[in-house]
């Protein structure tokens, strides 16, 4: 195989397709990324409780429906709530579109192997939970087409881009937690009145 | 199966009245006829879970969507929680409102359920978190209105447990 897909150039390559979606994100080089591309009041860094951030875009497209959520989450993060997939295929929603960056690695703790390095496939345990439009990527420009084929698309669907295991140089940044949990909510609360 | 159907519904309708619009839920033996209502409940969004700590970034998710939800858990489901709890709940300041079957305290017949029965409050009070007894279904209403109004104004978990006296009938 020939140079891998950077996680950052698949966030900067659909930043300007997030801009009317809510978006949340794992913690650690996800969040950090995000942020370097551009940080908006629609995007939520779940900078802990790995495994959650798949649960709280459940959540917000269960109780939104006519808003787009796209979740940012990582090979190591889903796999430590895999069950989740069977609750999102269970409740399905069609309006969440769940990209899993897949480096293979725990990276921020010095890049120990997850199980995908040993062959566990996402894409297809999300299949094998009910999620049937999941597919995997390995190209900028199959990332692409498949992000804005599931952002067109009316169906819950889920990307795993396998990514290089590389990422910032550090993974705090200028933007509090706090201060991003209100705006995040502040920025609901404006656009639907809830 | 001695579970009280007229407390569940007691139970249910406090939720009701205090504006949850979301319920999270693990089966367990106490909670089957609430989760029945939350089922048969049009207005209700019921999210049926895998792992209790979902119910965490469900919840979250639903609070910035501006909606009220409730986790029903047994009190096992808390203890399987906690991490979701202390990094997500407590550190962004999420309002969550636990209704946990409290198994394994006096009472309790199944040996299983005991060792979680005796770690619950003191791992509620370790983590800070306020929390009732629902034990009198003429206290229910008020008591859980009060742990939503506190839940909402600290931006924190709070904590009704639902007592063998309020949940079994034998």
Known sequence: MGVMMQRVDCLRSIHDRLEDCLVVTIMGAVAAELQSVGHRSNFFYLQHAMGLASSTGLGLALCLPEQRIVVFDGDGSILMNLGGFTTLARYHPKNLVHVIFDNESLLSVGGFPTATATGSDLAA?????????????????GFK?????????????????????????????????????????????????? | MPVS???????????????????????????????????????MILVRLAKEEEAVGISAGAHFAGTKSAMLMQNHGFLASINGIV??????????????????????????QTQGGSATEPLLRALGISYAFLDDPSTVEKRIAAAQTLAASSLHPAAVLLTRDLMWEE
């Not at chain 2, 990094?87 to 040996?111: A, C, K």
């Open chain 1, 125 to 141: 345990l999300a299949r094998a939970a009910g999620i049937a439009k999941a597919q995997t990527v390995h190209t900028l420009e």
């Open chain 1, 145 to 194: 087409t498949a992000f804005d084929e599931a952002m067109a698309g009316n169906e819950l669907s889920c990307i795993v881009a396998k990514v290089d295991a590389t990422g910032p140089k550090g993974y705090v940044t200028e933007l509090s937690l706090l201060e991003n949990r209100f705006q995040f909510r502040r920025h609901i609360q404006k656009i639907t009145g809830k």
């Open chain 2, 5 to 43: 159907l007229p407390n569940s519904r007691i139970v249910y309708d406090a939720l009701k009245k205090c504006g949850i619009g979301l319920v999270s839920a693990l089966p367990e033996t106490w909670l089957v006829h609430l989760i029945r209502m939350a089922e048969d409940d049009p207005e």
């Open chain 2, 87 to 112: 990094s997500f709940g407590q550190l962004y300041r999420i309002p969550l409102l636990m209704v946990i079957s409290y198994r394994g305290h006096f009472g309790e017949r199944d040996p299983w």
